[in-house]
């Protein structure tokens, strides 16, 4: 079964950066789009990034751009989220998600268990 797993959360202060990274399995990870999101608590999950399958690609909430760069690896059938001058409101718990096959789109239909992101002021 597809399985999805996030690594690289930790506690950071205000203007440092993190990577997250998120191992794929149980699925050709080259034919899917991929997304991170997030959700701080007492919130909503919200889009963060999304990369289509060939990595060529991308889109960001206006909330990270800039600041943040989604990636991938497709012979390591990991994504990335490289996340730079990070903000105390960055905080919250970041999962990866599974995008459509072979198409660019919006519909994720399986998430990681995420990765805690904590940023300090």
């Known amino acids: 079964q597809v399985q999805l797993v996030e690594s690289g959360g930790g506690l950071v202060q205000a203007g440092g950066s993190l990577r997250l990274s998120c191992a794929a399995s149980?699925?050709?990870?080259?034919?899917?789009?991929m997304g991170w999101f997030r959700q701080a608590p007492g919130k909503e999950r919200e889009f963060v990034a999304a990369?289509?399958?060939?990595?060529?690609?991308?889109d960001y909430a206006d909330s990270v751009k800039g600041r943040f760069t989604i990636s991938r690896d497709n012979t390591k059938n990991t994504v990335y989220l490289h996340m730079n001058s990070l903000k105390p409101e960055d905080t919250a718990v970041y999962h990866c998600?599974?995008?459509?096959?072979?198409?660019?789109?919006?519909?994720?239909?399986?998430w990681g268990q995420g990765t805690q992101v904590t940023v300090s002021s």
């Open positions: 998600a599974r995008g459509p096959l072979l198409k660019i789109g919006y519909e994720f239909d399986y």
């Open positions: 149980g699925l050709t990870f080259s034919m899917y789009a």
């Open positions: 990369i289509s399958w060939t990595g060529d690609s991308t």
